[in-house]
């Protein structure tokens, strides 16, 4: 089992920044992807970012150039940094920590922090 707690959300104004945390605990050294996710009002989830166990990256085209996604692995800590917030950043966003079972992978989530860009 592993419990993904998140940090970090917040209201910001268009153009700044914000920093997103992620700290998994519980089965760590099962993890072999982490990754965010993020919901605005009315539409689907997207996947935002991933950072695989050897440091690969992934990024949505929206958001690259803007977002880095990071792994502190002596704080067991993966962040989201946001720079050059757009409006359209608005939603939940969601850390997944993705673990393989005999059925395939599976995802353990977050609960979610907000982050809001005003105009």
């Known amino acids: 089992q592993v419990q993904v707690v998140e940090s970090g959300g917040g209201l910001v104004q268009a153009g700044g920044s914000l920093r997103l945390s992620c700290a998994p605990s519980g089965s760590v050294s099962a993890i072999y992807r982490m990754g965010w996710y993020r919901q605005a009002p009315g539409k689907q989830r997207e996947l935002v970012a991933t950072i695989m166990t050897d440091g690969s990256t992934n990024y949505a085209d929206s958001v690259k150039g803007r977002f880095t996604i990071s792994r502190d692995d002596a704080k067991n800590t993966v962040h989201l940094q946001m720079n050059s917030l757009k409006p359209e950043d608005t939603g939940a966003y969601y850390c997944?920590?993705?673990?393989?079972?005999?059925?395939?992978?599976?995802?353990?989530w977050g609960q979610g922090t907000q982050v809001t860009v005003s105009s």
């Open positions: 997944t920590a993705r673990t393989q079972r005999l059925t395939g992978p599976y995802d353990y």
